[in-house]
């Protein structure tokens, strides 16, 4: 059986931690900044983790 190869989207889109968190970056922070507040554009600066069935799903596509 051939080993199960890593999808590289996942790879560069989600973080691991040491504790097994899978984190994320949050959507809208790409463009359009100037009319979203300063409040809600560090918000979105933060990662946030990876909850539900999701979860589930990212680990098999990073092979964990």
Known sequence: MPKMKTDRGAKKR??????GKIMR?????????????????????R???VTGGD????K???GL
């Open 47 to 49: 990662e946030a983790e």
């Open 25 to 45: 970056r949050k959507a809208f922070r790409s463009h359009l900044l100037e009319k979203k507040s300063s409040v809600r554009t560090r918000r979105l600066g």
């Open 60 to 62: 098999r596509l990073l």
């Open 55 to 58: 979860a589930k799903q990212i």
């Open 14 to 19: 989600f973080k691991i931690t040491g504790s």
